[in-house]
């Protein structure tokens, strides 16, 4: 069963190449010199490097907007709470039966809540959107004194501004997040297409050093490329296992005929 070196996983394919370099570094310690091949080490050393970068950029900038996410919940949860608090408290003076302030109450209601909690559950983005706008209403001069005689506590409208800037404030720093991974996925494949170039051409040229006749150097060569040599061999056995898996799996389902006594 056939193998792409595309299959192996990014952080697999850093591990190969770094452990391939130090096996090159070994050699050329010992000798004797091969430009040709010593040559390979260097880049093996940029790619180890650009993978490493990029397979640990992503898992910090996933492990950031995981973080990020969960501070944004609970952020949004705040924004809701004083979303509900609010909106019910004035509500709940526009609909008295005998007050005085029946009338203002009910104007400030519908000009600052004129959906109720309708968006509570909208994207975190629209209902801060529209939170902000009803708290430009609440504290538009001509409700002033509504707010004044229906005692509406202040401090309220101050926590629920705090809570919407903090949930602001998160859901940049997640897109930003969310961003930073894209780079580096992104970032990412071009260095994992730059590790098939190369080891595509290392192994060319390994194979190409040595005679079919001299065992020692074939044997050093497979030494040197053991890392991405035994990766391959795991992927062609666990290829040939799945197929072999499948069709036995088809071998032990009844015919059509058969399943129904035809």
């Known amino acids: 069963m056939g193998a792409s070196l595309n299959q192996i996983p990014r952080a697999q394919k850093r591990d190969i190449v770094k452990k391939i370099k130090e096996n090159l570094e070994v050699r050329a310690e010992n000798g004797p010199p091969e430009p040709a091949l010593d040559i390979y080490i260097s880049e093996c050393t940029d790619i180890a490097d ?10 910090l900038a996933h492990a950031e907007r995981a973080a990020r996410l969960a501070q944004l919940e609970a952020a949004d ?35 600052a809540f004129p959906d109720g909690l309708a968006h509570v559950d909208d994207p975190i983005a629209d209902e801060n959107r529209i939170c902000r706008d009803a708290l430009l209403v609440l504290r538009a001069p001509e409700h002033v004194a509504t707010l004044q005689v229906i005692e509406l506590p202040a401090i309220w409208l101050e926590r629920w501004e705090t809570a919407i800037d903090k949930s602001d404030a998160l859901l940049a720093e997640v897109e930003k997040a969310r961003t930073d ?51 391959m061999a795991k992927l062609r056995a666990e290829s040939a296992a799945r197929a072999t898996r499948k069709g036995n799996g088809k071998q032990e389902t009844p015919a059509a005929g058969e399943a129904t006594g035809g």
């Open 50 to 59: 650009a993978l490493d970068a990029h397979v640990t950029g992503n898992v």
């Open 77 to 111: 949860d705040a924004v809701d709470t004083w979303y509900r608090h609010i909106e019910g408290y004035i509500g709940v003076e526009s609909r008295r039966r005998v007050s005085p302030n029946i009338l203002g109450a009910l104007a400030l209601h519908q000009a």
């Open 181 to 231: 991974k894209r780079a580096h996925v992104d970032a990412g494949r071009d260095a994992e297409t730059e590790w098939v170039e190369l080891m595509v051409r290392l192994r060319r040229y390994v194979a190409s050093r040595a005679k079919r006749s001299d065992a020692a150097r074939i044997q050093e060569g497979k030494k040197l490329l053991a890392p991405l040599l035994d990766a």
